[in-house]
Structure formats: structure tokens, C-alpha cells
């Protein structure tokens, strides 16, 4: 069984908003860390993510935004689960109004698209195609294409992490309670 991993800010909470300067890729292009390809060439660590002044708040156990960023404590869990396909780099959060610097989060890219949505059985929107970009009002993962996969990004829309129900477990063993685990029908991306 599979799940969409996603972390939404806790009611009465203000989430802080993280921003990130892309770095060039040797070929020119910048560095897109939702696409679930590997690095030609890692970053320069630590990675430099900074937070604006009046944007300060909490810093979520995984924020998916310009550049994903998930908390050392779940990278060790998903590590001790078997998931194999997570780089994770070194990274400084820089709070520009407060001016701490908080090293609790690494930066990371999911090595793996994999096309699992059961476009039989979902309610999407195509208009930019049937890869990369398909805005989901209901998501069918067929277990079949997912392949045993314990976590990776669904190549019809990458903006979604799939979670294998073996990931859930094992964060929930480690007392990681601040993600959520969608049953993909009820997953919007």
C-alpha cells in the first residue's frame, strides 16, 4: 500500500518560508531538485537556504518547496528503513531576521520518478501532458508499476512523493508525528 508523503503546518503554527539561490549545473542549466534524476555534480555544501525577514516561523519536519528540505532525524529514519535512493546534503538555514543559522535539516533529492498513477482510475488534469506536471484531483497508485518502491517522486506529477506503507511504519516507530500520510485518492497535486 502507498501513501503521499506530504507535512502540513500545524493550526495556530506559522511556518517559516524558505528561499534557495540555484546553483548552475556544469552544463549551465540550475539545478532542479524535483525532477528525480541524480546530480551530474553535487552541490556545494553546506547549502545555502535562507529564510526572509517576516518570514520566520517554524521549520516543518519536511518542507517541499524551491529546494526540499526534511529533517536529519527523518533522514536517519528513512536511511535505517532501507530507502536507498535519497541524496541527502549538508545545509545552513540562515533566519536573515534573527540571524541564527540552524543546521537540523538536510537538503535532499529523491533519485527516482516513477510513472505509478493508474490513469484509469484517477481524476486529473493533462493540459501540460501525462508527465511531469498532471494536476491530480484523485490519484490511483497501481501497485504493479510502483514496484515495491519504498519512496519516490510519481513522474506523472513530481511534486508528489509516493511513500511505501513499510516508510510509514517506520516513521511512526520512531515517533515522527508531524507528517501526514494521504491514501492517494484524497491527495490534490
Not at 63 to 89: K, Q, W
Not at 125 to 130: I, K, L, M, T
Not at 154 to 163: P, Q, R, T
Not at 176 to 183: E, K, N
Request: hydrophobic share 45%.
Amino acid at each position: 500500500m502507498y501513501f503521499m508523503l506530504t507535512c502540513q503546518t500545524p493550526s495556530g503554527v506559522e511556518s517559516a518560508l524558505t528561499s534557495y539561490r540555484p546553483d548552475k549545473l556544469p552544463s549551465g542549466l540550475r539545478r532542479n531538485w524535483a525532477v528525480g534524476k541524480r546530480f551530474p555534480t553535487a552541490p556545494a555544501t553546506p547549502v545555502r537556504v535562507e529564510i526572509e525577514e517576516g518570514e520566520s516561523g517554524v521549520l516543518l519536519e519536511l518542507i517541499t518547496g524551491a529546494i526540499p528540505l526534511m529533517t536529519r532525524r527523518l533522514a536517519d529514519v528513512l536511511a535505517a528503513a532501507g530507502v536507498a535512493n535519497v541524496e541527502c546534503f549538508d545545509t545552513e538555514i540562515h533566519d536573515l531576521q534573527t540571524g541564527e543559522v540552524h543546521r537540523s535539516h538536510v537538503a535532499f533529492n529523491i533519485v527516482g520518478a516513477i510513472a505509478a498513477a493508474d490513469l484509469s482510475k484517477s481524476k486529473f488534469d493533462a493540459s501540460q501532458g501525462v508527465m511531469v506536471a498532471v494536476d491530480f484531483e484523485s490519484l490511483a497508485i497501481d501497485p504493479a508499476k510502483a514496484r515495491e518502491a519504498l519512496l519516490f517522486r510519481l513522474a506523472e506529477s513530481v511534486n508528489g512523493i509516493v511513500v511505501h506503507q513499510k516508510v510509514r511504519a517506520a516513521i511512526e516507530k520512531a515517533g515522527i508525528d508531524t507528517l501526514t500520510f494521504l491514501p492517494p485518492e484524497k491527495w490534490v497535486g
